[in-house]
């Protein structure tokens, strides 16, 4: 079993920058493919960014350019740094871990950016 806790939500301004982190228990982290996804008022849950097992990343392209996932095995912890910030980033992010045939969720912070 894997439980997620995200943090680092909060209220930014458009162009700010916040860093998500999502903290994970057990043992297995280094072998999960780990993710962030967020679900805008009345919008579906869209996936933002990805980090696997080894490595490899993959992005939206609406955060491309914008937003880095980065994960620490040391620390059983993925992080999302999130720059120049727009109000339509504006949503619930999710933390979700694959592997070892389950999928996994946090639940959820909320990112508000707004002047």
């Known amino acids: 079993q894997v439980q997620l806790v995200e943090s680092g939500g909060g209220l930014v301004q458009p162009g700010g920058s916040l860093r998500l982190s999502c903290a994970a228990s057990?043992?297995?982290?280094?072998?999960?493919?780990m993710g962030w996804y967020r679900q805008g008022p009345g919008l579906q849950r869209d996936r933002v960014a990805l980090?696997?097992?080894?490595?490899?990343?993959w992005y939206a392209d609406s955060v491309k350019g914008r937003f880095t996932i980065s994960r620490d095995n040391a620390k059983n912890t993925v992080y999302l740094q999130m720059s120049s910030l727009k109000p339509e980033d504006t949503a619930v992010y999710y933390c979700?871990?694959?592997?070892?045939?389950?999928?996994?969720w946090g639940q959820g912070t909320q990112v508000t950016v707004s002047s």
């Open positions: 979700t871990a694959v592997g070892t045939g389950k999928e996994y």
């Open positions: 057990g043992s297995i982290f280094s072998y999960l493919n």
């Open positions: 980090v696997t097992s080894g490595g490899s990343t």
